[in-house]
């Protein structure tokens, strides 16, 4: 069956780094756009950043020039490199996958597999 599996949350003081990392199975990870979404609570799901099949990336604006998207398809994995944190970029990081079609979406509805989540929190 499907798994999307996030790892690499935690606690870090403000100006820190959080690697995160998203392992998928149980689908044709290279033909999937992968997406970093994060949700704090009583707010909606927000787009972090997005890498298509070929590894072309994008994020947030937001997050420009401090959170880097990639991905291994040999080793189905996707991953989110977060420089310079802020203590608003704490929430509840999300890793999710669509098949591709065209373009890579930044909407969670379109995304249909999704991991479990896991927490980042950004506090001196």
């Known amino acids: 069956h499907v798994q999307l599996v996030e790892s690499g949350g935690g606690l870090v003081q403000p100006g820190g780094s959080l690697r995160l990392s998203c392992e998928g199975s149980?689908?044709?990870?290279?033909?999937?756009?992968m997406g970093w979404f994060r949700q704090i609570p009583g707010k909606g799901r927000e787009w972090v950043g997005t890498s298509d099949t070929e590894g072309m990336t994008s994020v947030a604006d937001s997050v420009k020039g401090r959170f880097t998207v990639s991905r291994d398809n040999a080793k189905n994995t996707l991953t989110l490199q977060a420089n310079d944190l802020k203590p608003e970029d704490t929430a509840m990081y999300y890793c999710?996958?669509?098949?591709?079609?065209?373009?890579?979406?930044?909407?969670?509805?379109?995304?249909?597999?999704w991991g479990q989540g896991t927490q980042v929190t950004v506090s001196s």
């Open positions: 149980g689908y044709p990870f290279s033909r999937y756009c």
């Open positions: 999710a996958a669509h098949p591709r079609n065209g373009y890579c979406s930044l909407r969670p509805a379109d995304f249909v597999y």
